[in-house]
């Protein structure tokens, strides 16, 4: 199976200032139709999963435009411009390359010094 | 708009079986892709296993075959997950959620205590 290892796995960030999380697989997320299924996910305290990036680097709908994703391969980053205080959760990144058989990363848990 | 409703926490003795459903609005079920996702409590997502529409089979994640099965019920587009066999490791949150992971229900407790 694929493996997703994320860092930090810990985040404290001060409100305005940016932040970055890391994503990498064992192996490449390129699919044989030449996209990448690498997805990130925020779970916010006590809620469910929330799809925030698609294919490395496309937003769902209502995504504030202060995260986006990047990356080819094997490494893959999700970036917060200016964190705000409703960022506050776990982010996981996700292969769907690999398909049907999902793989997350650990989980980086993001918090405000 | 999809949404995804699930059943209600279940309390469990180790050994029982436990069957959570997970109902589609917004889409037909026979439009989407279900598949399964679990927390335990304070870890990670855990894949379990769903539907591949290429196939037309559902898969497993390894840990779980032949304690897992997943069903749908078009009739009532809803979906079922039911684990057998259930031990304290088992207890956790769990989550249905669409193929590509866009829509996710609001997750069921399940707890295994003696």
């Known amino acids: 199976d694929v493996v997703m290892t994320q860092s930090p796995l810990s985040l404290p960030v001060t409100l305005g200032q940016p932040a970055s999380i890391s994503c990498r697989s064992s192996q490449s997320l390129v699919y044989s139709d030449g996209n990448t299924y690498l997805n990130w996910f925020q779970q916010r305290p006590g809620q469910s999963p929330r799809r925030l990036i698609y294919?490395?680097?496309n937003r769902d709908s209502g995504v504030p435009d202060r995260f986006s994703g990047s990356g080819s391969g094997t490494d893959f980053t999700l970036k917060i411009s200016r964190v705000e205080a409703e960022d506050v959760g776990v982010y996981y990144c996700m292969q769907g390359t690999h398909w049907p058989r999902a793989t997350f990363g650990q989980g980086t848990k993001l918090e405000i010094k | 708009q999809v949404q995804l409703v699930q059943s209600g926490a279940e309390v469990k003795k180790p050994g029982a079986s436990v069957k959570v459903s997970c109902k589609v609005s917004?889409?037909?079920?026979?439009?989407?892709?279900m598949h399964w996702v679990r927390q335990a409590p304070g870890k990670g997502l855990e894949w379990m296993g769903g539907?591949?529409?290429?196939?037309?089979?559902?898969i497993y994640a390894q840990k779980f075959q032949g304690r897992v099965t997943m069903t749908e019920d078009t009739s009532t587009d809803t979906a079922y997950m039911e684990l057998s066999s259930l031990r304290s490791e088992d207890t956790a949150v769990y989550y249905c959620?669409?193929?590509?992971?866009?829509?996710w229900g609001q997750g069921t407790l399940v707890t295994v205590s003696s």
């Open positions: 917004g889409y037909t079920l026979t439009e989407l892709s």
């Open positions: 294919k490395v680097s």
């Open positions: 539907f591949d529409p290429e196939d037309g089979e559902t």
């Open positions: 959620a669409t193929m590509v992971m866009d829509y």
